[in-house]
């Protein structure tokens, strides 16, 4: 069965404090998002790699950054957490070719105080 | 990216059918018709996709007219485990190095009434 974890379900953070975000997949899948959800904003990608050491922006990636050391692993960093950053996290996966449909994971909601 | 636009939200009693309609006017030759399902405190997982007529699989079924500008999203007879968020998307159905082609919308909240 497809799996995608995500380290932590919930994380309070303080504003300033480097914060790590990490998902793992199982899949063995080229392609790997990061994307915050808020309430009436929907899902917003913010970063995406297609490979290992490979990234992308995505639409917002300002105050973000992503790291892909192995292709089961990606982490998404915030440098110096803002309040601004208090959302849920979506990693999600896909495969390479056609039809691969993306799989997530169950979500990180991150409050930074 | 073809840009999609889809009600904000729905009603819809139980054991009814729930047909939600996407608009993606500018929808290219290339892209394919996705939708998926959210639950509260879940990531989303994939429901449906196709690229013309209809398709149909054991949880919806997807009309999409000639034109493509538009796509339906039917549920038959929905339940309350029913209530979610779908989102509708358009883009190539192929995913190669260095591509991404998933935007989500902000989708359609569907509440199933008992």
């Known amino acids: 069965d497809v799996k995608v974890t995500q380290s932590s379900r919930y994380l309070v953070k303080r504003t300033g404090e480097k914060v790590f975000l990490e998902c793992v997949q199982d899949m063995d899948h080229e392609n790997m998002f990061w994307y915050r959800q808020d309430p009436g904003l929907g899902l917003r990608l913010i970063y995406f790699?297609?490979?290992?050491?490979?990234?992308e922006k995505g639409d917002i990636p300002e105050g973000y950054s992503v790291s892909r050391e192995k292709k089961e692993r990606f982490s998404l960093i915030l440098e110096s957490a803002s309040t601004n950053q208090t959302s849920m996290y979506l990693c999600?996966?896909?495969?390479?070719?056609?039809?691969?449909?993306?799989?997530f994971g169950p979500g990180t909601r991150l409050t930074v105080t | 990216l073809a840009k999609t636009t889809q009600p904000i939200s729905m009603d819809s009693y139980e054991g009814q059918e729930v047909n939600i309609t996407c608009s993606h006017n500018?929808?290219?030759?290339?892209?394919?018709i996705t939708w998926y399902q959210q639950f509260p405190s879940q990531g989303p997982r994939f429901i449906i996709q196709?690229?013309?007529t209809k398709v149909t699989n054991e949880v919806a079924s997807l009309f999409i007219p000639a034109d493509r500008k538009s796509s339906t999203l039917s549920l038959p007879r929905v339940s309350l485990s029913d209530t979610a968020v779908y989102y509708c998307?358009?883009?190539?159905?192929?995913?190669?190095?260095?591509?991404?082609?998933?935007?989500f919308g902000k989708g359609t909240k569907l509440s199933v009434i008992p």
């Open positions: 790699s297609y490979d290992v050491k490979m990234k």
């Open positions: 196709g690229y013309k």
């Open positions: 500018n929808i290219a030759t290339n892209d394919y």
């Open positions: 998307l358009v883009g190539v159905a192929y995913s190669g190095a260095g591509s991404y082609q998933l935007t």
């Open positions: 999600a996966t896909r495969g390479q070719g056609w039809f691969y449909e993306q799989y």
